[in-house]
């Protein structure tokens, strides 16, 4: 017995010159549970740091897009325009608990070290001041984790201070104004 879902989501789609952001598909489960089974970035992504189940996976995707449904945003798929295939997700979330709307990223290992990264959550950065009306935008970054806030910087974010996420730990706090990405996306 095959299913056809009977709706879809009305996702808006961003582009870059190498990345389409856009809505989740069941197609993309295959690479969305690969990230999350890789080591090196469950590592970070995860509240355990350590990789998940295909299962745990699934209920993870399934809590992604439910974040379009009970708040009209949520993180987008980043997809390679070249290959077509999943790159790995950015965008906004709002868990319960956060001081603030906060911009999430992670590119799967065989994307990483191409500006992929950077690229996405400009573009998601962006639509989330153009299109959601926040006045600052935060990142939660677990301090060992030098990638993520290298890319934080990229994108225009400083350190805050610190916030603590349970069960996780501490972690960095990275922020940007309004004002600040403004005069970032002038110059």
């Not at 590592?43 to 993870?60: D, K, S, V, Y």
């Not at 390679?80 to 997700?89: E, Q």
């Not at 225009?156 to 309004?178: C, K, S």
């Amino acid at each position: 017995m095959s299913f056809t879902a009977a709706f879809s989501l009305p996702f808006p789609r961003l582009e870059t010159d190498r990345l389409i952001l856009r809505g989740w598909h069941e197609t993309d489960f295959d690479g969305f549970a690969a990230l999350l089974a890789d080591p090196e970035v469950a590592r970070w992504i995860t509240l355990e740091g350590r990789p998940q189940t295909r299962a745990i996976a699934w209920r993870n995707m399934a809590s992604v897009i439910g974040h379009w449904v009970l708040r009209g945003f949520g993180m987008f798929v980043v997809e390679d325009k070249a290959s077509g295939h999943f790159a790995g997700y950015a965008g906004p979330l709002r868990p319960e608990g956060r001081p603030a709307l906060e911009i999430g990223w992670a590119i799967s290992t065989e994307f990483q070290r191409r500006g992929y990264g950077v690229e996405a959550a400009r573009a998601a950065l962006g639509f989330m001041f153009d299109h959601l009306g926040e006045d600052r935008v935060i990142a939660v970054i677990h301090p060992d984790n030098g990638p993520s806030a290298a890319l934080a910087r990229a994108i225009g974010q400083v350190r805050a201070g610190i916030f603590e996420l349970q069960p996780a730990g501490i972690h960095d706090l990275y922020a940007i104004t309004r004002a600040q990405w403004q005069a970032l996306s002038a110059g």
